[in-house]
């Protein structure tokens, strides 16, 4: 979770809730990480162990101590916790390219995307206790110190670009914050700086492992887990977890609307359910681009002419509540209204825009 820290600014007023999507948020992996307590087999830990983790450690883009608290975490996950890597090893796939590639761009390690593992379990619509939310558990203060708005319209914290980008640039932040002490970085990341400068002060170093003591549970966990899930997923068969297929990254076009589009038109239009076309633009707190804007909304992958064909049909003014009806041959107008429910006058101006 990316702890508030410092100060999150103004909140701008709600708009009336209307029209505002139904959306089903799931818990995040931090609700159960806060109070999880590892049993007597999970931390039954060799020095063999340390050492293949010494050995495992060479394969990771960026440096950190090895801490038998690791190793407890991988049991874990061999154990109680699989079902929760193994969603999560198969989901990271869709988003698992992008990230790679934003965190590459900001100049963070790249094996730190499976910070996300930990954070969401790679859903988009994760929300913790703390009212964190999407991918990488922006706090709304936090998310709006970099650059993420939150609007009635949109909740970027739950966009998997812009939030990717933002949470790079925190976590870039945090490491040069702590001399480019990673394991410092990703605690600080789900605590804020603010408890994690506190712990070394008590600790009298800048060392995770000494600060360990005087930070809270959640972030002691959090850590050693990151650790553990980034060697797990770096070499998953080696720990246990075979045939796990990672899903296909989303393919999407972008297509740039001048003013507020409804999801319902861009589904039609593309031959899509609402559905998908929402998890494409996961940002989007109604099934309507935002009112008197310009925005980039993502379309199926291929469909951009399509829909850009279709826009010019239809004013502007009309596309927040347009759809694209089908019309049999010969069919009369009134037929289709009594069918599809829409009003024989919204079915006469709908045809006089397609002719035009």
């Known amino acids: 979770m990316v702890a508030q820290n410092g100060n999150s600014g103004t909140p701008q007023q709600p708009e ?19 109070k999880l307590v590892l049993n007597s087999e999970e931390t039954n830990v060799s020095p063999d162990d340390v050492l293949a983790l010494e050995q495992a450690k060479q394969n990771i883009n960026f440096p950190f101590t090895i801490n038998p608290l690791i190793q407890q975490y991988i049991n874990y996950y061999q154990g109680r916790g699989r079902s929760t890597m193994e969603s999560g090893l198969r989901r990271s796939g869709q988003y698992m390219k992008l990230a790679r590639q934003i965190f590459k761009e900001e100049g963070v390690p790249v094996d730190i995307t499976w910070l996300a593992q930990v954070e969401s379990a790679w859903k988009v619509k994760a929300v913790s206790w703390a009212s964190a939310s999407g991918l990488w558990q922006f706090v709304p203060g936090t998310g709006r110190r970099f650059g993420l708005r939150q609007t009635a319209w949109i909740d970027e914290r739950n966009s998997f670009e812009q939030a990717t980008r933002a949470s790079a640039k925190y976590l870039k932040f945090l490491a040069n914050r702590y001399n480019g002490n990673w394991e410092l970085a990703m605690g600080a990341y789900n605590t804020g700086e603010g408890n994690i400068d506190r712990g070394i002060s008590r600790a009298g170093t800048a060392n995770f492992w000494l600060v360990y003591p005087y930070i809270a549970q959640e ?42 589009t409804s999801l319902q038109l861009v589904a039609e239009a593309t031959d899509s359910s609402l559905d998908y076309v929402r998890s494409l633009n996961p940002e989007l707190r109604r099934d309507v681009t935002p009112r008197g804007e310009a925005y980039n909304v993502r379309v199926p992958g291929g469909k951009a002419q399509t829909v850009y064909a279709l826009l010019k049909r239809i004013p502007a003014e009309n596309r927040d509540s347009a759809r694209v009806i089908s019309v049999a041959p010969g069919e009369d107008l009134q037929n289709v209204a009594n069918r599809t429910g829409v009003s024989l006058a919204q079915l006469q101006a709908m045809n006089s825009w397609c002719r035009s």
């Open 219 to 260: 972030t002691r966990n959090y850590v050693p887990n990151i650790l553990a899930t980034i060697l797990i997923a770096k070499n998953p068969e080696k720990y246990g977890f075979k045939g796990i297929r990672p899903e296909s990254p989303m393919a999407y076009d972008v297509v740039r609307v001048q003013n507020a």
């Open 16 to 34: 009336p809730q209307i029209g505002f999507r139904d959306q089903s948020l799931s818990r995040t992996p931090l609700d159960e990480l806060s």
